[in-house]
T-cell receptor, first 117, second 118 residues
Framework: GEDVEQSLFLSVREGDSSVINCTYT??????LYWYKQEPGAGLQLLTY?????DMKQDQRLTVLLNKKDKHLSLRIADTQTGDSAIYFC?????????????????FGKGTKLSVIP | DGGITQSPKYLFRKEGQNVTLSCEQN?????MYWYRQDPGQGLRLIYY???????QKGDIAEGYSVSREKKESFPLTVTSAQKNPTAFYLC?????????????????FGPGTRLTVL
């Protein structure tokens, strides 16, 4: 099976860039995802990257994928207090695909981002 | 607006009681999932369902049961056999694998239900 690892905490000052890192053990993922969870809420899909891409930019978000090192990162430019949340990376697995109609994801444990005003 | 709803938002249960958490989606998704979230442990898969009238156990199914009688609905029952049921429960759904983009293959989550056993 696949492990997806993230550091648990990150603290940055408002206006700085945040970089949240994720490593995974299985390179068969086709898509990798970043989710955001605000306190007491569900997970919100932020962005995703296809495994044949190295980088994807979406407004303040930049996703970098290094397949050789099995490393995924999410950079948030000009971090705001509203970005304070837990961020999860998740990947699909060829091995976890259980047939038509289902698509299992493996999630990291989440990185809690705290933005200091 | 399409989305996933979970009810109730907060639920309190006495020990020894069964309780059912509701999950409804109007996204026309085929697959639905139940996760449990505990502090510092991320998400753990309880059950998932690919199609109506079919469901599979996830990593921590013991003490839980589900049904999938309608495409839109996937209720989760937390039984008295679940030893430590206090947690945040998340329901998700995803389109089937005929989708062609990562966004279509992603799981979309409801707002969650916080269950507390008294």
């Amino acid at each position: 099976g696949e492990d997806v690892e993230q550091s648990l905490f990150l603290s940055v000052r408002e206006g700085d860039s945040s970089v949240i890192n994720c490593t995974y053990t299985d390179s068969s993922s086709t898509y990798l995802y970043w989710y955001k969870q605000e306190p007491g809420a569900g997970l919100q899909l932020l962005t995703y990257i296809f495994s044949n891409m190295d980088m994807k930019q979406d407004q303040r978000l930049t996703v970098l994928l290094n397949k050789k090192d099995k490393h995924l990162s999410l950079r948030i430019a000009d971090t705001q207090t509203g970005d304070s949340a837990i961020y999860f990376c998740a990947g699909d697995l060829g091995a976890s695909y259980s047939g038509a109609g289902s698509y299992q994801l493996t999630f990291g444990k989440g990185t809690k981002l705290s933005v200091i005003p | 607006d399409g989305g996933i709803t979970q009810s109730p938002k907060y639920l309190f249960r006495k020990e020894g009681q069964n309780v059912t958490l509701s999950c409804e989606q109007n996204l026309n998704h085929d697959a639905m999932y139940w996760y449990r979230q505990d502090p510092g442990q991320g998400l753990r898969l309880i059950y998932y369902s690919q199609i109506v009238n079919d469901f599979q156990k996830g990593d921590i199914a013991e003490g839980y049961s589900v049904s999938r009688e309608k495409k839109e609905s996937f209720p989760l029952t937390v039984t008295s056999a679940q030893k430590n049921p206090t947690a945040f429960y998340l329901c998700a759904s995803s389109i089937d694998l005929t989708g062609t983009s990562g966004r279509e293959l992603a799981q979309y989550f409801g707002p969650g239900t916080r269950l507390t056993v008294l």
